[in-house]
């Protein structure tokens, strides 16, 4: 009853404090540390010691696969090379320069464990990175070396950990150490393969979304435990086929499959992530305790601590400028036709911060190692050190440097033209089917594919004080499906209508509310300015240049026809001004047919995008 009193209680503190964290605007994993932190000096709050097995196969497995799942596969090629340097020869680089450090300050260490403690605070936590950085607006490809850096770092340090106890007890030698590296690492890239393989035969024949649910839950402690049962990476195997499967889940679930997964990991990684930080918060008091036993002097103590933070921090920052600028020598941007800025790399060395695997590995240092209570206080300074100080001073970093955050309206711009591209391609195969039509379904299909798409432009226009015919759409149907809803209810409440026909009427009105509600979200995001760029392999684009609209914005065919518009447009070629797609007689397209004139660009205020109606692309 105990354990369970202190769970519930764990689960309410995490999520008080990251509902309270949300609305204060403060990084949730930070307070949660220092709320844990406090409660550890508190009486009856009882003593939580992290064992290492419930970390490494209870929490890492999960939020390991959560974290894959999501991760692109083609970004993450894209990104390799400072991925692998970060993941693996950073991680090498700092297990050996705190085992120097550690070593010169408490010679009676022994090298075996001061490259253990090396090991242990060598890699970062994107956990805690990610989610700090996000909040922050951290671009979007730090974002993403961060997340490659944090599903790899992890196998590196701890087959390093591993090996550094190993020659503490019975001596190990330097092809030994390759020799592990290569079978962890092999071993588990196999494994990951050959779980992916399995889960990918079984998912082809599971149509029902809850059996391949629990399929997904046990699929990331399969790979785990079947790495480590072989003296692999169980890490890496996590990691190689999460990303396979969620690479492959379009074409291996289900609509419903997939989007249950997708809940289903978000929750257990939110919970997970934020449980984390307030256990090692709850760390403190007794790891204090301990350290004041020692028999090292509290100044050597505290001048190790220090020195190991330091040593961590300013190790990444050197590696992170020397990779960029000597080992991967980086050419200029293929948009801009810049090299890459400085500032960029600055972000992602001072996102360094430690977390919850660099504490439980601590811990996996035997009881006989001398100085073991002192190694552990050098743990939790680190992770304590790089979240309190890095995480609190990230985002001052980043706008400081003046590092641009992902532009929502980028992300419209690309978002619409996918649509558009992926109707084309949709009325395309329309086109080529053989079928009866006596009630003009093909009329009713590109008419809501349409809808659809013009919505995704309509977004776009975020100056005008005018609303969209799709902001009047999402709010005269949120209108609607709330009187549905409530009549579903009655009918409910009168019990002559079985309880699940009832449930899976609601269920889909749900889903059309949670898409419009995820429109609405997205148009919130968006600024009244549209960045210019040109699209890759659009010879139109490239060679058509902008020119500045007429002082008087009005579509003549329009105002002929007294008929009110939605957007303008403009002939880049001849000038002419149309009205958008969205407008009810859709000038600019008519206008391109009959002229030929193959790129436009949007008169709208603030807007300077274009469009090219040959490879139908934005740029």
Request: glycine share 8%.
């Amino acid at each position: 009853m105990d354990i369970a009193m202190l769970l519930v209680a764990i689960a309410v503190t995490v999520l008080t404090v990251t509902a309270l964290a949300g609305r204060v605007g403060f990084p949730a994993p930070i307070l949660l540390i220092v709320v844990g932190w406090a409660a550890s000096y508190v009486a009856w709050v009882p003593d939580v010691h992290l064992e290492p097995e419930i970390v490494l196969l209870g929490f890492l497995p999960p939020l390991l696969y959560a974290a894959s799942l999501q991760t692109s596969l083609i970004d993450f090629n894209a990104n390799r090379r400072p991925i692998l340097l970060l993941s693996v020869w950073l991680v090498v680089v700092t297990t050996v320069g705190v085992a120097v450090v550690v070593h010169w300050l408490v010679p009676s260490v022994g090298w075996p464990a001061a490259f253990a403690i090396g090991a242990v605070v060598a890699p970062p936590d994107a956990i805690a990175a990610t989610a700090i950085g996000r909040r922050v607006g951290m671009p979007r490809r730090v974002v993403t070396i961060l997340e490659g850096e944090s599903l790899l770092n992890d196998a590196t340090a701890l087959v390093a950990l591993r090996t550094a106890i190993g020659a503490a007890a019975v001596g190990i030698q330097a092809v030994d150490v390759g020799r592990d590296f290569v079978v962890a690492a092999g071993g588990g890239v196999a494994v990951g393969f050959v779980v992916f393989f399995v889960i990918a035969k079984i998912r082809r024949h599971l149509t029902d979304p809850l059996l391949d649910t629990g399929v997904s839950l046990a699929i990331p402690f399969v790979a785990y435990i079947a790495a480590e049962e072989i003296n692999a990476s169980g890490v890496i195997a996590v990691v190689v086929c999460g990303v396979l499967l969620g690479h492959k889940a379009p074409i291996l679930q289900t609509a419903q499959a997939r989007i249950a997964e997708q809940m289903n990991w978000r929750t257990i990684a939110f919970v997970l992530e934020n449980t984390v930080f307030l256990l090692i918060g709850l760390q403190a008091q007794w790891l204090i305790d301990d350290v004041r036993g020692s028999t090292l002097g509290g100044g050597t103590i505290v001048a190790v601590c220090l020195a190991t933070l330091v040593t961590v921090i300013l190790l990444r920052i050197v590696w992170v400028f020397l990779a960029r600028y000597l080992l991967i020598r980086p050419t200029p941007d293929p948009d801009t036709g810049m090299l890459p800025d400085w500032r960029y790399s600055f972000l992602l060395a001072w996102a360094g911060m430690r977390g919850v695997v660099t504490l439980a590995a601590a811990f996996v240092i035997p009881e006989g190692v001398t100085h073991r209570e002192v190694l552990l206080m050098v743990a939790f300074t680190v992770v304590a050190g790089t979240l309190l100080g890095q995480g609190l001073t990230l985002g001052w970093v980043a706008r400081r440097l003046g590092v641009p955050a992902p532009d929502p309206v980028d992300d419209a711009l690309a978002r619409a033209t996918v649509l558009q591209q992926a109707a084309k391609a949709g009325f395309k195969r329309l086109d080529q089917l053989e079928y009866d039509d006596p009630y003009d379904v093909k009329s009713m299909i590109m008419q809501r594919v349409e809808q659809r798409t013009f919505a995704a432009w309509e977004r776009l226009g975020t100056t005008s004080d005018d609303e969209a015919p799709s902001d009047l759409y999402s709010r005269l149907r949120g209108e609607m499906i709330d009187a549905e809803r409530r009549r579903v209810l009655e009918i409910r409440s009168a019990g002559h209508v079985p309880s699940e026909v009832v449930r899976e009427v609601l269920a889909r009105l749900d889903v059309e509310e949670s898409m419009l509600e995820a429109a609405e979200s997205r148009v919130a995001e968006l600024r009244p300015a549209v960045a210019r760029r040109v699209a890759a392999g659009c010879e139109h684009l490239a060679s058509t240049p902008l020119i500045d609209p007429p002082e008087e914005l009005v579509c003549p065919a329009c105002v002929e026809a007294d008929v009110r518009w939605v957007a303008l447009r403009m002939c880049l070629s001849c000038g002419h001004v149309g009205c958008c797609d969205s407008s009810p007689l859709r000038h600019a397209t008519a206008h391109f047919r009959e002229s030929g004139h193959v790129v436009m660009r949007s008169v709208e205020p603030g807007e300077d995008w274009r469009w090219c109606f040959v490879h139908h692309v934005t740029g």
